[in-house]
């Protein structure tokens, strides 16, 4: 059963437009999300977090929302750039668990 | 600091032979975490230690896999005998609740398993 789902494999933008990565859960117990970001040969990396008692984060061109109610939360990346060209992974934790929940990961490819 | 290191970085073996993947945390980190990833799930928790002492192993395929955590700086997985549908990308993690800031896990480059 995936709790945590990327519903989309594979994504390509245009370089300087806006790249918006989306995930689901299933789980209600989870109230820490975080978005990874894997390169070729590399382990991932973390990128954004965001709690379950906002529902918005930003970090320079990142930002990460959250709608509770839909068990929905996206990530923006604005402009996007050559070197955003990675796969990226949603995960989720519950409080009090160290615990990481992923998905399946996008291919996110930029188009200069 | 290092980093998580994993070693070996590829590993190329025939099945029914014993595999062993090492991984070596951030020191003063407590949890030790052991994923798996492949195309069709992506990236699976096999199992987690604290104070190297195992937490939760409820993703570990099945019996021919086990890991260990003699001591804080090392960790092994280990897949005996090897079968050809093992082969994925073997990640370790660590992570220290006590540096609480956004990120809770730093993964090692991990270790690239192909069974022949």
């Known amino acids: 059963d995936q709790q945590v789902k990327q519903n989309s494999p594979s994504l390509s933008v245009q370089e300087g437009r806006i790249s918006i990565l989306n995930c689901d859960y299933t789980n209600s117990m989870f109230d820490y999300f975080l978005w990874y970001k894997k390169y070729p040969a590399e382990g991932p990396t973390f990128l954004i977090s965001i709690s379950s008692i906002k529902d918005k984060n930003e970090d320079g061109r990142f930002t990460v929302f959250l709608n509770k109610s839909a068990k929905h939360l996206s990530l923006h990346i604005v402009p996007s750039q050559p070197g955003d060209s990675a796969v990226y992974f949603c995960a989720a934790k519950g409080f009090g668990n160290e615990k990481l929940t992923f998905g399946t990961g996008t291919r996110l490819t930029i188009i200069p | 600091d290092a980093g998580v290191i994993q070693s070996p970085r590829h590993e190329v073996t025939e099945m029914g032979q014993e595999v062993t993947l090492r991984c070596k945390p951030i020191s003063g980190h407590d949890y030790l975490f052991w994923y798996r990833q492949t195309m069709m799930r992506g990236l699976e928790l096999l199992i987690y230690?604290?104070?190297?002492?195992?937490?939760?192993d409820s993703g570990m395929p099945e019996d021919r896999f086990s890991a260990k955590m003699p001591n804080a700086s090392f960790s092994t997985l280990k897949i005996q005998p090897s079968e050809p549908r093992d082969s994925a990308v073997y990640f370790c993690a660590s992570s220290s609740p006590r540096d609480r800031g956004e990120e809770t896990q730093y993964f090692g480059p991990g270790t690239r398993l192909l069974v022949l």
């Open positions: 230690f604290n104070n190297n002492v195992p937490i939760d």
